[in-house]
C-alpha cells in the first residue's frame, strides 16, 4: 500500500511538477522575456528595443521571438526582424557539456546603418557598454564555451545603408540576404560549409560559398559578384572626393578565396579569380561628357597572395574602348589636370611626415590585349585646336613584370584619322626604359598637322600622305635614339596662304635607307628619289619673294628671340650634324618662275627636270656629283653637270641651254637696256669653279637671229648703244658668239654673281661701241689699227700697206652686214701744206697762162693748161719779179738771176721764195681732205666690192697747229637704218 501510495504521490508531484514546467515555459517565460527584454537592452546599450511575441516549447526547447524592432532616440530603426527560432537540443548539450543548437534560423532581419555627416555611425550607439563589454570579453576568454551549431539560417534578410558624409545623402539596400551555416563547432569540429547570398537594390548580386573554421580561424571558398552598378558602387564606398566619376558600368567578379589568421600574420590569397566590367563610362566630376567609355573590359587568372603582396594575371583582354583627351593650352594634358588638383582644405594643411618605406607589390600579367578602341586627342594648345583620332586601335603586352627589368613584347597598331595605319612591335623594358621597335606607318594625312606649322611658316597644307617602315631603338640612359628605315610622302601638295597658289608638290618623295641617330647626330640617306616635284618662286615689285611671304612673321606677331648658339658648359663640345645621301634623283619636275620686279613682268616654266645627285657627306670633302636636265617652255633645254664638295665649298659647275627663244627673257633685256627682244635664240655655255673662296667662271653665249624691238621707258636702264654694239658682234650669218670669263672672291660681302655678270656684259658692250675697230681687228686676228687709213703729205694716195688694211675693214663688213662704214676727210695745215705749196705757185703759174691766153682770145680755164718747161720758167720769173721786184736782175742774154747773189741758180731759189710767203688756202686743203675720203670710198666699192648704201662720208675737217699729229683719215662704224 505504502509503495502504491508513494508511486501515486510522485506521480502526482511529477503530475505537478510537468504542468509547473509546462505553464512555466509555455507561458510564464516568453510573458517575461515580452516584458523584461526590452528593458535590459535598453539598459545595455541605451536603445529602445519592442517584442511583438515571444514563444517557447520546454519540451523541445524551441524558442521564437516575432517583430522584434530596436530604434535610437530619434525613433529611426536600428535592427528588425520578423522571427527569431532558437532550436536547442538538450540531450546533446548535456552530453557534450556545452551548448548545442539544431538550429538558429533569422526571419526577415532588416539592418539600418547610417553615416552620419561627422562621420560617426549610427549603430556605434547600439554596441554595448564598454566596462560590461570588456568584463563579458575578460570572462569568455577565460572560459572558452563548447558550442555547436548544426544549421544557421537568415533569410530574406535587408540590410539600409545611408552616408550623409561630407554633406552628401546615399543611400543603397540589400535584399534577399540569405546566410546558412551548417556543422559549427567551436571544439574539434569540421570546417563548416556556408553560404552568403544577396541582392543589391539599385543592381547586382553577391554570391559568397565556402567552408569556415573557428580553430584556427580559417576560411575558404568562392565568391561571385554579378551585375554590380559600379557608379553606385562609387557612391556607397567610403572614398575620398575624387576627380571622375563613374557614369555607368557593371561588375562582374568571381574567385577562390583561402583565409587564414594564424598568431603571427593574416594570410589571404585569392586565386582563379575573374572579372568582368561592361559598359563603362567615366567622366570628369560633374561633367557630363564620358572621358573614357569601355564596352569590355576582361580579367582573367587573377591570384593573390596578401601576405607575400604579390599579384598575378593571367591575361587583361578590353574591347571597344572609347578616350576622350586633350592637350591644354597650358600644356598639360587633361588628365594631369585633372589629379593634380587639390583642395582648398588640403593645401592649407602642413605637410605630413614622410611616410616609412613599404614593401612594393610584385606584379606579373601574362597577356593584355586590347581591341577596338578609340582615341579622340585635341590638341588645344594651337591656336585653332586640332583634333586627331585614333581607330581601331589594338594593344598587346606579354610577360609584364613590376620589377621593370625584362623587354615586354609590345605590340600596337591603330588608324589614324579614319585613313592612316600606325603600327608598332617589338620589346620594351620600362626601366630603365628601353625600345625595340618594329614601325610601320601607312598612308597618314599629313593636313591634320596643320596646326603645328602654322606657327612658322603661313603655308597650307592641302594633301600629302606619310608613310614610313623601319625600326627604332629606344636607350635614353645612353643617349640612343635611333631610327633606321624608309620613309615617303606622296601626294603632296602646298599653298601659300598669301595668295592661295601652289608652293612647293610633289607625286612622291621616297627615302630608302634611312639612318637617323639623334644621339649622335648622324643623318644617313641611302637614295632619295623626288617624282614629279614641283616649286613655284616669284619675286615681287618690290624685291622680296614669295619665300619671304612664308617665313614673315604674322601681323602682331612678335619677332622669334635669338636662341644662344652655344649651351654647352665650358669644357663641352656639341657635336656637328653629319648629313650623308647617297643619291637624290629627280623625275618630271617643273617649276614656275616668275620676276614681277622688272619692268615687264618675267613669267617662265620648267618642265621635265630630271637628274640627280650622288655622294653628299657633310664631314668629308668628298666631292658630290651633280647632274639635271630640264625644259623651259617645252622649246630650251637645260642642262648642269659638275661637282661639289660641301666642307670646303670647292665647285666645278657646267651649265648650258640650248634653244633658248630671246623673246622670253625680255622682261630682263628691258631692265637691263630698255629694249624689247623682237626675235632670236640663245645658247649658254657656263663653267664655273670655286676654289678656296674664288671663283673663276667662263661664260660663252651663243645668239642667233637677234632683233631687238621697240625701246621700253625704264629709268633704271643702262644707257647703251646696243643696237650698234649688237650690229658690231653680228656676224654674215646674224649670228653672235661671246666669250668672256668672270672673277671674283666669295669672302667679300658685296659678291654677287648676277651684278658680276651685269657689269661684264655692259663693260663689254661699252668696250665694243668705244673701240669698234678693236674689235674688228680681234675679228680679224690682227694688231692693226683700222680705224684711220695714213697718207703722206699733201697727197691722197693710198698705199699698199693702207689698201690692205681697206680690205681687212672689207672683210669685216662683209662679215657683219648690218653695219655702215662712215669716212671723215682730214687735211692738216702743218704737215700737209708745206707738200701743198709748190702746187699752188704751179696753180697760180696756170692761172697767168691762162690770162695770157684769155688775151689773145683764147678762153681755156686754167685746170685745163699744162705748161712746158720754158713757160714755167717764164712765169716763174715774171711772178717772182712781181713779188719781189728789188731781188731780181738779168744777165747781158736776158736770163734771170738773183741781184744779191747772181751765183745761186735762180728758178729753184725763187720757187723756195714764193713757196715761203704763200700761206695757207683752207679751200685747198679742203679740196685734200675730200679727196683722200673719195679716194678710201672709192677703193672700197669699186675694188673691194663694198655696196655704196654701206659706205658715208662725214664732213671734211681741216686741223690746224697739230703738228706731231698723223697724217689720217679717220673711219668709224654705225648701224645701216632699218629698210
Same mark, same amino acid.
Given at each position: ?5 508513494? $508511486? ?64 535610437? @532616440? /530619434? ?26 543548437? /539544431? ?61 550623409? =558624409? #561630407? ?51 580559417? /576560411? ?38 583561402? =583565409?587564414?589568421?594564424? @598568431? ?71 588628365? &594631369? ?14 605637410? @605630413? ?26 590638341? &588645344? ?62 598612308a597618314i594625312d599629313l593636313k591634320p598637322f596643320q596646326g603645328y ?32 628605315? #624608309? ?92 648629313? !650623308? ?156 658668239? $661671246? ?6 672672291? =666669295? ?62 675693214? @672689207?672683210?669685216?663688213l662683209q662679215q657683219r652686214p648690218r653695219l655702215a662704214l662712215e ?46 718747161? !720754158? ?96 697724217l689720217e683719215s679717220l673711219l668709224s662704224l654705225n648701224v645701216l637704218?632699218?629698210?
Amino acid at each position: 500500500m505504502r509503495l502504491g501510495k508513494s $508511486l501515486w504521490i510522485a506521480g502526482l508531484v511529477a503530475l505537478g511538477l510537468t504542468a509547473l514546467y509546462t505553464v512555466a515555459g509555455f507561458w510564464l517565460l516568453p510573458t517575461l522575456a515580452e516584458r523584461q527584454l526590452p528593458q535590459i537592452i535598453n539598459d545595455l546599450i541605451g536603445q529602445t528595443a519592442r517584442i511583438g511575441a515571444v514563444r517557447f516549447d520546454p519540451f523541445t526547447l524551441r524558442a521564437e521571438l516575432d517583430d522584434f524592432e530596436l530604434t535610437d @532616440a /530619434s525613433g529611426a530603426n536600428l535592427v528588425a526582424f520578423k522571427t527569431l527560432t532558437i532550436d536547442a537540443d538538450g540531450l546533446a548539450s548535456l552530453q557534450q557539456r556545452g551548448i548545442v543548437l /539544431s538550429e538558429l534560423r533569422l526571419l526577415q532581419p532588416v539592418l539600418a546603418i547610417e553615416r552620419r555627416a561627422d562621420g560617426s555611425f549610427n549603430v556605434a550607439e547600439a554596441m554595448p557598454k564598454t566596462q560590461e563589454a570588456t568584463q563579458t570579453q575578460a570572462d569568455d576568454a577565460a572560459q572558452p564555451l563548447a558550442f555547436w551549431l548544426d544549421t544557421l539560417a537568415i533569410d530574406d534578410g535587408r540590410i539600409h545603408w545611408r552616408d550623409r =558624409l #561630407n554633406g552628401a545623402d546615399v543611400t543603397e539596400t540589400l535584399t534577399a540576404v540569405n546566410i546558412s551555416l551548417t556543422g559549427f563547432a567551436t571544439q574539434d569540429a569540421k570546417p563548416a560549409p556556408f553560404t552568403l547570398d544577396l541582392q543589391v537594390a539599385s543592381g547586382g548580386q553577391l554570391a559568397l560559398s565556402g567552408t569556415f573554421d573557428l580553430a584556427p580561424l580559417a /576560411s575558404q571558398g568562392d565568391i561571385k559578384l554579378n551585375g554590380l552598378p559600379l557608379a553606385r558602387l562609387m557612391q556607397i564606398l567610403p572614398l575620398p572626393p575624387l576627380p571622375l566619376s563613374i557614369a555607368q558600368g557593371t561588375l562582374d567578379l568571381a574567385t577562390r578565396y583561402q =583565409l587564414a589568421l594564424p @598568431a603571427s600574420a593574416v594570410d589571404l590569397r585569392f586565386e582563379q579569380g575573374a572579372l568582368a566590367i561592361e559598359r563603362l563610362a567615366v567622366s570628369e566630376a560633374g561633367g557630363a561628357k564620358a572621358l573614357v567609355a569601355i564596352e569590355r573590359f576582361d580579367t582573367s587568372g587573377i591570384a593573390v597572395d596578401v601576405g607575400k603582396q604579390q599579384l598575378a594575371i593571367g591575361r587583361i583582354a578590353s574591347q571597344g574602348g572609347a578616350i576622350e583627351a586633350w592637350l591644354q593650352a597650358d600644356g598639360r594634358l587633361n588628365y &594631369q589636370a585633372l589629379f593634380a588638383r587639390e583642395s582648398p582644405a588640403a593645401s592649407a594643411q602642413p605637410p @605630413a611626415p614622410p611616410a616609412p618605406p613599404v614593401q612594393p607589390w610584385q606584379v606579373t600579367i601574362d597577356d593584355v590585349a586590347i581591341e577596338n578602341y578609340r582615341v579622340h586627342f585635341t590638341d &588645344q594648345t594651337l591656336k585653332k585646336p586640332q583634333a586627331m583620332v585614333l581607330s581601331d586601335m589594338s594593344i598587346g603586352l606579354q610577360h609584364f613584370r613590376s620589377d621593370q627589368t625584362q623587354p615586354l613584347p609590345l605590340h600596337f597598331s591603330a588608324r589614324l584619322n579614319q585613313a592612316g595605319q600606325l603600327k608598332l612591335g617589338g620589346n620594351t623594358r620600362l626601366s630603365p626604359f628601353a625600345a625595340d621597335w618594329a614601325i610601320e606607318l601607312a598612308a597618314i594625312d599629313l593636313k591634320p598637322f596643320q596646326g603645328y606649322i602654322d606657327p612658322f611658316v603661313q603655308l597650307d597644307l592641302i594633301d600629302g600622305r606619310l608613310y614610313s617602315q623601319g625600326h627604332l631603338l629606344l636607350k635614353p640612359t645612353d643617349a640612343q635614339t635611333v631610327y633606321r628605315g #624608309n620613309a615617303r610622302i606622296d601626294d603632296l601638295v602646298t599653298r601659300d596662304q598669301a595668295r592661295n597658289r601652289d608652293f612647293v608638290k610633289w607625286q612622291r618623295l621616297a627615302i630608302e635607307q634611312m639612318v637617323i641617330d639623334v644621339g649622335r647626330q648622324h643623318y644617313r640617306f641611302g637614295n632619295v628619289a623626288l617624282d614629279q616635284p614641283y616649286l613655284r618662286f616669284n619675286i615681287k615689285e618690290d624685291g622680296t619673294t614669295n619665300i619671304d611671304d612664308i617665313w614673315q612673321p604674322r601681323p602682331g606677331q612678335p619677332p622669334a628671340k635669338t636662341k644662344d648658339k652655344d649651351k654647352t658648359k665650358p669644357g663641352e663640345t656639341s657635336p656637328e650634324p653629319v648629313i !650623308s645621301i647617297g643619291k637624290i634623283a629627280m623625275r618630271a619636275g617643273e617649276s614656275d618662275f616668275a620676276d614681277h620686279s622688272l619692268i615687264l613682268p618675267f613669267v617662265a616654266r620648267m618642265r621635265a627636270l630630271q637628274g640627280e645627285v650622288s655622294g653628299f657627306t657633310s664631314n668629308t670633302d668628298e666631292a658630290a656629283k651633280l647632274r639635271l636636265q630640264g625644259m623651259v617652255y617645252d622649246l630650251a633645254t637645260v642642262n648642269i653637270e659638275g661637282t661639289h664638295r660641301f666642307k670646303s665649298g670647292d665647285s666645278v659647275i657646267a651649265l648650258s641651254f640650248r634653244h633658248l627663244p630671246l623673246p622670253l627673257i625680255t622682261p630682263y633685256m628691258a631692265e637691263f637696256a630698255g629694249y624689247r627682244i623682237e626675235r632670236g635664240q640663245m645658247d649658254l655655255d657656263l663653267q664655273y669653279s670655286i676654289k678656296q673662296g674664288r671663283l673663276e667662271a667662263q661664260n660663252k653665249i651663243f645668239i642667233d637671229q637677234l632683233a631687238l624691238g621697240e625701246r621700253v621707258e625704264n629709268p633704271r636702264a643702262v644707257s647703251l648703244p646696243l643696237e650698234f654694239a649688237i650690229a658690231l658682234l653680228k656676224d654674215n650669218n646674224d649670228r653672235i658668239e $661671246l666669250d668672256f670669263p668672270i672673277r671674283g672672291s =666669295l669672302d667679300d660681302p658685296k659678291f654677287s654673281v648676277a651684278s658680276l655678270v651685269a657689269d661684264v656684259l655692259v663693260n663689254l658692250v661699252k668696250k665694243t661701241v668705244t673701240s669698234p675697230f678693236r674689235a674688228i681687228a680681234a675679228l680679224m686676228n690682227g694688231k692693226n689699227d683700222y680705224s684711220a687709213i695714213a697718207f703722206t703729205p699733201g697727197a691722197a694716195t693710198l698705199s699698199p700697206d693702207e689698201t690692205g688694211k681697206l680690205a681687212g675693214i @672689207a672683210s669685216a663688213l662683209q662679215q657683219r652686214p648690218r653695219l655702215a662704214l662712215e669716212i671723215k676727210g682730214l687735211a692738216y695745215q702743218v704737215q700737209d701744206w708745206p707738200a701743198m705749196r709748190t702746187r699752188a705757185v704751179t696753180d697760180i703759174l696756170k692761172r697767168m697762162k691762162s690770162g695770157e691766153l684769155r688775151d689773145r682770145g683764147e678762153n681755156i680755164p686754167m685746170e685745163y693748161i699744162e705748161l712746158s718747161a !720754158s713757160d714755167y720758167r717764164r712765169l716763174l720769173a715774171k711772178f717772182y719779179a712781181e713779188v719781189f721786184p728789188g731781188e731780181i736782175d738779168y744777165t747781158l742774154l736776158g736770163e734771170p738771176r738773183m741781184k744779191n747773189n747772181p751765183a745761186v741758180e735762180f728758178y729753184s731759189t725763187a720757187l723756195m721764195q714764193l713757196e715761203a710767203i704763200m700761206q695757207p688756202d683752207t679751200l685747198r686743203m679742203n679740196d685734200l681732205a675730200v679727196e683722200r675720203a673719195n679716194q678710201i670710198a672709192k677703193y672700197l666699192i669699186d675694188v673691194l666690192g663694198i655696196a655704196r648704201s654701206r659706205i658715208f662720208v662725214l664732213a671734211t675737217d681741216i686741223r690746224v697747229g697739230d703738228h706731231d699729229s698723223p697724217l689720217e683719215s679717220l673711219l668709224s662704224l654705225n648701224v645701216l637704218p632699218h629698210g
